[in-house]
């Protein structure tokens, strides 16, 4: 999966440590800003092509079977990049309901969709409901930065204490794995990002970790039973996993990050969730540049919670 070339500025250092880099068969690119062009013509992409499921055969899948085989091919030898072993990993996940449930929506989950009036809502806690059709996040909202969405497959929730936001973490038991529901299926390639937190009570340790499924018909008491989703918390937990990369050190593993930027957006047209596409940011948790993209991504939020009053 790839995104063609932006036409922002490029970081030289950047490019430079890309070119140099050790997996000469990765191609990236670093847009100063989300590109909507870009988006729009993935998005006709999908409608013309069809494509139902997201595809593994693309670089990042590469580089999740390459740390399969060796971890430090992909995290490095260095401090950010040390092996580690996780806790524990449970799985959180967007309840589909027929009629809005607070008990499954708010006091577990936080997000979930539900029917009304023959039209389909998602509900965020501490937010209003609004038509799915017409929400910026198809997939619920992460902490941090206003709106941040949610990706299915993708999204972690850790202790901020311990995890910083946008770190891409590398688990090699997850290499190969089936993941997701519906439109949000995929053949996992191991990378994941921390865009989401939850109660420090629970969240309370290095390697403490809730894995984004997306969209769940089956459930039961808090725990997503679809097909695959029990398994990849049992194949996670008391297994290896690194930091590939971190926010606070831009340059490290450059090709890590490329690939798991064009991989995230592309897999979010696939999935029809085109604002949340355009709208994920890895540069956006590095500090300097957190509080300037959060009032970009507010901006837009507003815009349209304006399409949904407007649509009412």
Request: hydrophobic content about 35%.
């Amino acid at each position: 999966l790839a995104v063609g070339p932006a036409h922002g500025a490029y970081d030289r250092q950047e490019e430079q440590a890309h070119q140099e880099s050790r997996l000469n068969f990765l191609e990236g690119y670093i847009p100063s800003e989300a590109n909507f062009l870009e988006i729009g013509l993935l998005a006709l992409q999908r409608t013309v092509l069809g494509r139902k499921e997201i595809s593994a055969d693309d670089s990042l899948s590469k580089l999740g079977q390459l740390g399969k085989r060796d971890m430090r091919a992909v995290c490095g030898r260095g401090t950010p990049g040390k092996v580690r072993g996780a806790s524990t990993v449970t799985v959180y996940y967007v309840p589909l309901l027929k009629s809005f449930a607070k008990g499954p929506c708010h006091n577990m989950e936080g997000v979930c969709r539900f029917w009304k009036n023959g039209v389909e809502y998602i509900a965020n806690s501490g937010k209003p409901s609004v038509p799915y059709k017409l929400a910026f996040c198809k997939n619920g909202v992460g902490y941090g930065l206003n709106e941040n969405c949610t990706h299915p497959c993708r999204s972690l929730a850790a202790g901020t204490s311990y995890h910083r936001g946008g770190e891409i973490i590398f688990f090699p038991g997850l290499v190969g794995k089936k993941c997701g529901t519906g439109a949000n299926k995929m053949i996992h390639d191991g990378f994941m990002i921390v865009n989401d937190t939850g109660s420090p009570r629970h969240f309370n340790r290095e390697g403490r970790f809730d894995f984004f499924w997306g969209e769940c018909k089956k459930f039961n008491n808090g725990v997503c039973m679809d097909a695959g989703a029990q398994e990849i918390s049992a194949a996670l937990t008391s297994n290896r996993y690194c930091r590939a990369w971190r926010a606070q050190d831009p340059l490290y593993n450059p090709e890590v990050k490329l690939a798991f930027y064009n991989a995230v957006r592309t897999e979010a047209v696939i999935r029809g969730d085109n604002l949340a596409a355009g709208a994920f940011d890895l540069d956006a948790w590095n500090a300097p540049n957190h509080a300037q993209a959060g009032l970009r991504l507010a901006a837009a939020a507003r815009r349209n919670r304006n399409q949904v009053a407007s649509a009412r």
